[in-house]
């Protein structure tokens, strides 16, 4: 990611401290279930359960596939996931002892599970992330105790093959049409691969490592799909965010352009990357949402069982609070589940997305990569 972007969400992140839960040194709840793995010291890193002082289903506080289709606001979502007290412990990520098995029984839980956890002290603090969801304070663990549940039959059977590759264990779960949120909590806590290569993946790395083994097994088939024959422009609004997905008659080429405008004063700010035919071997420097906005584009196409070219233009606006890549994910998958408009060349397609836009088009471009290649430049003259 360059200095610009992590200079600016960290400006942004420091804007977002609000007032940490009151909580004592026990808690009792029902975790959704929920985990959260660190990545600083990695391997050595801090990993622990999150659980809310409520009983019952809390599933609907980590299933973020379900937020957007329950109507779901911004504010709601930092509501209740601030109520999720995160536990932590220090671990090196190759130990097998009682916190790793606990943490592996909550990651894959069938539903809710009851957790008394005590804390060396009181948790205090908030945690808000680009990549990840926000969650509420924290504190060391001095003992947790969980309920007996159930597993997700499809986990646990990924779990006891240990002769199945991660990679295929993620893919396999999410042909049976298991959230991808689940997935990659499994993942975090290294519930999936070769016996001796299980190790707990820091969360914002397993987010997006599913998002990009799901998006590559995809587009391996989706190469060899035939071509769109029309330019397809796809729209979704949501918590002050704005997506724009146009698909254009061409190989397999994506990028994304983010525009942050006026969001902490008066900056009107795009980051960018892309990617042609063969891929990307590199991380991609505007970090997770890239892998999660290519993942729903993959899937769409894969529908389809057609293959194209893809620009994401997104602006988020004041009011816009970073609540995780899922946001991306979900959004972009909510906008191509409606009927596109369909343009017959470039130019058409350009103008119209310049009318949806609040920055002028040629910001965009100034910024994009595919934007300027010889196949795309003729609108520009």
Known sequence: MPTGKISYLNRLYSRMKMRSVEYGQKISGSSPPSVFIGRHGYPKVFAGPLVPPVQGDTAIMDLPEEWLATNKKAGDIVDFRFTLVRGKQAVNVRAVN?????????????????????????????????????????????????SNEKLEPHLEKAYYDTDLLAKEAVIELYNRNLPVSTIQKALSVGAFGMQANRKLVPTRWSITAVDSTLSLNLLDEIRSYPLIDTYQLYEFKAMNTHFLILFMPTAWQYEMLEAFIRVLGTEELIFSDYELYKGRKDYASIGGCYYSGKMAIAEKLHEMKRQAGAIVFRESYPGYIPLGVWLVRECMRAALAAKPMEFADMQSAMSFISSKLRLPITRFRRTSTLMKQSSLRQFWK
């Open 98 to 146: 009682k916190t790793t098995e606990i943490l592996q029984q909550i990651a894959l839980a069938k539903r809710s599970l009851d957790i008394d956890a005590e804390f060396t002290k009181k948790p205090r603090g908030t945690f808000f992330h680009e990549d990840m969801q926000p969650f509420g304070p924290s504190a060391p663990i001095k003992s947790i105790e969980i």
